[in-house]
């Protein structure tokens, strides 16, 4: 599947497998056992590119982080590796390469967390994106379970969380874009799918089901005001 996309993103001697191959020797190397049965493994990968090939892939990039990103997740599965963040290919260029040629680097970074009503952000050098899609889509997570907006309970207001990318994975896993912690909520319960002006939400086989506006389903548009609610979390999609 990846290799049809490298394929029309790269007229060098780059080979797409060949990248795919160092994301997971990446973890194979780096990989620590931390207790019986887990061990970590790195969770954010920048691949440098020449100048003339980052070039060539800047309209694929996104597209290939993704699909590189879920070969990672089904590579970890596969080997019984864990993640503490979610895991991220980007691309960037690095002027002492040639084309046709690559380097993998990675970093553990954890993701974002909603617990008892607040966003826990990772403490982190690592630039954070902005979001590039239009209207700034975002998550309003509700405190204490409260489902309308601009409540306010002993912990404070609503918490925003903005949605930076195509695809934000929601669910209790520590490789979750955000991570609910919430013992009604799946490891990987449900994706939000931004793409241009259309907002889709994707039921992924969860325990307990997805709602919107009260109602279960497998799959939503989202529309500014759309009410979600996962486990005991509630939140609300906003869009200017």
Known sequence: MIEGTFARAFK???QPVEVASNVQREMDERAAIVAQGRTLVPNDFVVELSGSDRERLAVYADNLGQELSKLAREYATEQGYSFVGPVRVRFETADDLQ???FRVRSAVIRGDTFKDGEIIKPVTDHPRRG?????????LLSPG???AEGSLTARGAQQSYELTSEVTLLGRGTDCDLRLVDNGVSRHHAEIRVEGDEAVLVDLNSTNGTFVNGQQVKRARLVDGTRISLGRTTMTFRRD
């Not at 979001?131 to 998550?139: F, M």
């Open 12 to 14: 060098s001697e780059l």
């Open 99 to 101: 084309t046709g040629r």
């Open 131 to 139: 979001s590039t899609v239009p209207g700034r889509p975002r998550l």
């Open 145 to 147: 379970g409260a489902a």
